[in-house]
């Protein structure tokens, strides 16, 4: 089992940028990619994006590319989001998770944080 810690919400103005950070501890060895999600209020859980661990082959929605990025640690086990170019529609709970495969799925990923909440105002 993979623990996973996010920190680095908050609140932003639309235009602004933000860093979210994904401790992970316990058998990272077994997770082959990890990702972050986010839920708004009322709606079903997202996909943002996904990295590998080894080769760091990354992989975005729709939605965020070209205007978030993750990228990972291999040496500090932590994960991260950076956020440019906010708007209020990507106002949610964030989420990272790992995952035995590579998927977009929230199905697939087995280990959850707890959350971060990211609030864009206008």
């Known amino acids: 089992q993979v623990q996973l810690v996010e920190s680095g919400g908050g609140l932003v103005q639309a235009g602004g940028s933000l860093r979210l950070s994904c401790a992970a501890s316990?058998?990272?060895?077994?997770?082959?990619?990890m990702g972050w999600f986010r839920q708004a209020p009322g709606k079903a859980r997202e996909f943002v994006a996904r990295?590998?661990?080894?080769?760091?082959?990354?992989y975005y929605a729709d939605s965020v590319k070209g205007r978030f990025a993750i990228s990972r640690d291999n040496a500090k086990n932590t994960l991260y989001l950076q956020m440019n170019s906010l708007k209020p529609e990507d106002t949610a709970v964030y989420y990272c998770?790992?995952?035995?495969?590579?998927?977009?799925?929230?199905?697939?990923?087995?280990?959850w944080g707890q959350g971060t909440q990211v609030t864009v105002s206008s």
């Open positions: 998770a790992a995952s035995a495969s590579l998927s977009v799925l929230a199905t697939s990923y087995d280990s």
């Open positions: 990295i590998t661990w080894g080769s760091g082959f990354t």
């Open positions: 316990g058998r990272t060895f077994r997770s082959y990619a």
